[in-house]
Every structure is written in C-alpha cells, then in structure tokens.
C-alpha cells in the first residue's frame, strides 16, 4: 500500500521533473529522495521515470501514477481537516433528544443558533419521554437529552433551561371561556378530563395528577391522548380539560388556556449530558442553549 508519504515525494518529483528541485522543494537531500523513488518504483513493479544524465521524464505509468497520488494527497488533507473540524466542534454528529414540550420553545432558538454556527455538524432530533432520555444517555444512544429532571452524579451533568408552570386548556364552548384572570383549578374537579396515560410519559403524568391533588381532588379522566398535541386538540373537540405547559401551549382551534390562581410549578426543563464527556460538538451545544436562555431571561 502506497503511502501519503510516498506519494507527497513522487508528486514533486514528477512536477519538478528535477531531482534537485524536488528535494529542496521538499526540505531534504536529493540522495534520501532518489533511493525513495527507486523503493516506490520496485514496490508497485514498474518505471514511473525515465532518467538520463540531463533531463527525467515520466513514463505512461507515472502520469497515471501520478493522478492517483494527487487523489490520495488530496483526501488525506480532507482526513485531516475533518478531524481537525471534530476536535473544534466544526464537524461530526450530535443526537438530540427532547420532550414534546420543548420543541415549541427554547429547542426551536437553540437548534437554529446552533446550525447557523455550526453548519457542518450533522444533527439527528428524536422526540423522547424524561425517563427514556436518561436512559438513551447512559447507554450512549443521545448525546443531549432536555428533559423535565435535573441529575446529576458521576454519570450525568445538568444544565438547567428554564421552569414551566401549567395552565388550564378549556373548550371555548366552555361555561369558564369567558372569565376573566387567573381561574380555580379545584373549579375544574367534576369535568371530563383529557388524560395523558403513564404508560405513555410517566414523569409528565405524575406532574399532573400532583397538580390536581395539591388542588384537592383526583380528575375524572374519560379521555386519553399520546402526547400534549393530542391533549390540546381532543380539548377543542370540547371533550373536556386539560393541563399543559405555559411556555409550550398557546390558545389555538377550539380551546383557550387559563393561568391558575395558585400556580402549579412542573419540574425544571434541563439539557442533560454524560458527566465528563468534553466533546467539543456536546459543549458548542451546550453553550448554545446558555446564550438563548440568557437571553430570553435579559428580555423578561
């Protein structure tokens, strides 16, 4: 196999078409240099010069020679730059997971600031639950995780994003529509409610059953959803109420959302990654999401 070395030295050589050249050009003595083309030329079988006492030449195998050698240089620099974009953070992958309700804010402001600086880096987004993208962390299927719990420990390390409080999603056909500021939660304890099972986001789900019992009462859930879209969309089916996140749920077709009166904190949203991992990608994230929380907090 040919090496980069190698050919590095037979492209100036042929280029140069001088020996003498062709050292200087490359830092060392002629001497070194000749007996490398002669191990070259007996390595793959063939003349790929043709010498004489005054002038060397190349022979129909060094010009095809020669064009691969360039190919070859040419992808080892690629090789290096790429490594080199890895080790800044210019380049390589990142898997983001999130919960659902990130996606309408803080995640949207983030991915973009990060693909405007870092263009090269290939992004893979999935959808997750809290206790999945823990989980996916630990086993080093993500690398980022945002998700409603702050951990921390030798395993993972936490960057807290922001905390939500829930709001009341009613039916606009709803007797309550019209009201005016923040309503009663404990109002609300005999209506139909759109329910998010456990089985489908168990952190999410023991938010919102605390919720209801801080406001004395367990909710009649006679309606079940997949994800806090479906929960909103079933409410404006006037099917009953709901509970969703403020910053990620804004009024929309069939239903209205309330502030409570004695509002109802969920659990920080947190951008989570594997304890110790310095990967420059990982921290250009990271660092990314500080700048937009920052921000957004400097506006408040």
Not at 68 to 95: I, T, Y
Not at 205 to 229: L, T, W, Y
Not at 274 to 284: D, K, L, P, Q
Request: with cysteine; net charge positive; charged share 25%.
């Amino acid at each position: 196999m040919i090496e980069v070395r190698q050919a590095r030295y037979f492209i100036a050589v042929a280029e140069e078409l001088h020996f003498g050249r062709a050292a200087e050009r490359l830092a060392m003595s002629q001497p070194p240099l000749s007996q490398a083309i002669l191990q070259l030329e007996r390595q793959i079988g063939t003349g790929l010069l043709t010498r004489s006492s005054r002038t060397v030449s190349l022979t129909e195998a060094g010009r095809l020679f020669l064009d691969e050698c360039r190919r070859l240089v040419q992808a080892s620099r690629r090789a290096e730059e790429v490594a080199s974009q890895a080790r800044s953070g210019m380049a390589g992958s990142l898997r983001v997971g999130s919960v659902t309700s990130a996606f309408n804010r803080v995640l949207p402001e983030v991915l973009r600031l990060f693909m405007a600086q870092w263009p090269e880096v290939d992004l893979e987004v999935s959808e997750i639950d809290t206790h999945v993208g823990r989980d996916r962390l630990v086993r080093r299927e993500l690398d980022v995780a945002i998700i409603r719990q702050a951990v921390s420990g030798k395993d993972l390390r936490s960057v807290p994003l922001r905390r939500d409080r829930f709001v009341l999603a009613l039916p606009r056909t709803h007797v309550m529509a019209q009201a005016k500021g923040p309503v009663d939660l404990a109002r609300f304890r005999d209506e139909s409610w759109v329910w998010l099972p456990r089985a489908i986001s168990p952190d999410y789900h023991d938010e919102m059953v605390a919720a209801c019992r801080h406001a004395g009462f367990s909710p009649n859930a006679k309606h079940f959803a997949n994800s806090i879209q479906s929960q909103l969309a079933m409410v404006g089916c006037g099917l009953g109420v709901t509970l969703a996140p403020n910053s990620s749920t804004t009024a929309g077709a069939g239903y209205l959302l309330r502030e409570l009166v004695h509002g109802v904190d969920l659990v920080e949203l947190s951008l989570v990654t594997r304890a110790g991992s310095n990967e420059a990608i990982v921290e250009n994230f990271v660092r990314c999401a500080q700048s937009i929380i920052l921000g957004s907090a400097a506006n408040d």
